[in-house]
C-alpha cells in the first residue's frame, strides 16, 4: 500500500525559506514521475514542480528561480526546497505520485508565508 507523508511546513516570514519533505513508502519509487502540488483556501489544486525518474524537473512560472524540486531514490523521498518565499505562496502542499494507473497524495503540509 503506497503511503505519502510530507513535512516540513510551517510559518515563516516574506523572503524566508522553507525545506520540504515527502516520505514515499510502500513501493519502489525511483521510476516514477512526482510531483508537488498546493491548494490555497477557496482556490483549485495547482500542480508547483515535478521530478521525473532522470532526475528532470519542471516547474510552474509562479515558483522558477525560487523553488527547487528533488529527490533521493535511496530514500523514498522528495524535496522541495523554498526560498523568497511570498504571502501567495501560502497553501497547503501535498506530494502526489501516479504509479500503476493510481494517483496517490499526501496529507498535506501546510506553509504560511506572513507579511
Known amino acids: 500500500q503506497v503511503q505519502l507523508v510530507e513535512s516540513g511546513g510551517g510559518l515563516v516570514q516574506a523572503g524566508g525559506s522553507l525545506r520540504l519533505s515527502c516520505a514515499a513508502s510502500?513501493?519502489?519509487?525511483?521510476?516514477?514521475?512526482m510531483d508537488w502540488y498546493r491548494q490555497a483556501p477557496g482556490k483549485q489544486r495547482f500542480l508547483v514542480a515535478t521530478?521525473?525518474?532522470?532526475?528532470?524537473?519542471t516547474y510552474a512560472d509562479s515558483v522558477k528561480g525560487r523553488f527547487t524540486i528533488s529527490r533521493d531514490n535511496a530514500r523514498n523521498t522528495m524535496y522541495l526546497q523554498m526560498n523568497s518565499l511570498k504571502p501567495e505562496d501560502t497553501a497547503v502542499y501535498y506530494c502526489?505520485?501516479?504509479?500503476?494507473?493510481?494517483?496517490?497524495w499526501g496529507q498535506g503540509t501546510q506553509v504560511t508565508v506572513s507579511s
Open positions: 502526489h505520485i501516479r504509479k500503476l494507473g493510481n494517483d496517490y
Open positions: 510502500g513501493g519502489i519509487f525511483s521510476m516514477n514521475v
Open positions: 521530478i521525473g525518474s532522470t532526475g528532470y524537473t
